[in-house]
């Protein structure tokens, strides 16, 4: 049974909460401390902390007050306030973890040093913000990297990443950061990294819809162990991961097997509109009639725009102008054309006096102009 919150820092920048277990037990001698993700402002407790305390951890829970992805909170802040804050509420020697998800994954890496954590489990961390159109107003300078001396000598990292996410207009280059990630602290401690194709940024929502991410977590936090998702399960999927697999198994030609994953995630895909949208061009490819279409017709055809497969046939291609040989001079295409079609060819001669009689025009105009005004200031 855990005790009630007790604020143990406050800033401009932040809150720093923590719960204690009561002795039991079911305690475990682990403090997690657990880092806001972003767009989490509003939350009344800490990320996770409901789950970490039903599973019998001591919690700390650092709470930012803007989307400033940790920046005001300098390193020698975080020993010298909150650690010390940490270290005078929990006197007992307890090991520490961080955790966080997307920008609280970053922190999670970056402090965990500073912190005194010899564990830490980012999910989809990014290192960067400036690369994508969501996150660039959050910060007005690129974020602190993370460098080897983030984490402790030998202690334990776990990096759980999509590794399709690769080009940043798709979305964060969660693929690319975390291998950056495990370059730069692979010299002081051991990096697993957890792939988890298809399951979008972050991918917390995935492991969280697949009942996975407390297993995992529980697996990495007790014994040390990295617990690797079970991908091949078709079912419980989470919406962001079903209409990835759908829309990637459409762009590879394979409509069937898109409509054979719709059917068994039904329940999921009459949920969320844009997999609903994208299960309905699956079924129409295929000719599929059934009551899953009927239904998918009836909420997302009509009244968000239905999605047709264009059956026209295609405007005929323009020739490509021919490849000149050495020595052949270019020549202009002259089709013939009917001489009343031309418009007129206006002469230089003609174009002069056209010319001069439009500027003739506008200084007459001027001059009617000016009269009128005269005559308007006229006593009467």
């Not at 994954?105 to 040093?113: D, G, K, M, Q, S």
């Not at 509109?273 to 490819?285: S, Y």
């Amino acid at each position: 049974m855990p005790h009630p919150p007790e604020t143990l820092y406050s800033s401009n920048a932040l809150d720093v909460v923590a719960y204690k277990q009561e002795a039991s037990a079911d305690a475990k001698p682990l403090i997690v401390i657990s880092f806001q993700p972003r767009g989490s402002l509003a939350a009344k407790e800490p990320w996770g902390a409901t789950f970490l305390l039903e599973a019998g951890y001591a919690v700390v829970g650092i709470q930012p007050k803007q989307n400033h992805w940790y920046q005001p909170l300098l390193r020698a802040e975080v020993r010298s306030a909150i650690r010390s804050a940490i270290d005078a509420y929990f006197p007992e020697d307890y090991s520490r973890l961080t955790y966080g998800s997307s920008m609280g994954a970053y922190a999670a890496l970056r402090f965990a040093a500073d912190l005194g954590a010899t564990k830490a489990f980012a999910l989809s961390p990014p290192a960067r913000t400036k690369v994508w159109a969501r996150w660039q107003n959050d910060v007005e300078t690129e974020i602190d990297p993370v460098s080897a001396d983030s984490v402790l000598p030998d202690s334990h990292v776990l990096i759980a990443y999509d590794p399709m996410l690769t080009r940043p207009r798709l979305g964060p280059p969660d693929a690319i950061d975390a291998r950056n990630f495990r370059s730069a602290l692979i010299s002081r401690s051991t990096v697993d990294m957890l792939e988890c194709p298809n399951f979008g940024h972050p991918v917390t929502k995935g492991l969280s819809d697949r009942r996975q991410l407390k297993s995992i977590f529980l697996a990495f936090a007790d014994e040390s162990r990295v617990l690797r998702p079970d991908l091949n399960e078709e079912t419980d999927l989470g919406h962001k991961e079903l209409r990835t697999r759908v829309r990637n198994l459409l762009l590879a030609n394979q409509a069937p097997k898109a409509v054979d994953l719709v059917l068994k995630n039904q329940a999921l895909t009459l949920r969320h509109k844009k997999v609903g949208r994208i299960a309905l061009l699956a079924l129409r490819k295929v000719g599929h009639s059934g009551p899953l279409m009927q239904e998918l017709t009836q909420k997302f055809g009509a009244s968000t725009g239905t999605i047709e497969i264009s059956t026209a046939t295609p405007a005929p291609a323009k020739p490509r102008p021919k490849k000149l040989q050495a020595g052949e001079a270019k020549t202009r295409d002259k089709s013939p054309v009917s001489e009343a079609s031309k418009p007129p060819r206006l002469q230089a001669k003609d174009k002069a006096q056209l010319r001069v009689a439009r500027q003739a025009e506008r200084k007459a105009a001027r001059r009617a102009a000016r009269k009128d005004d005269k005559r308007g200031r006229k006593p009467a």
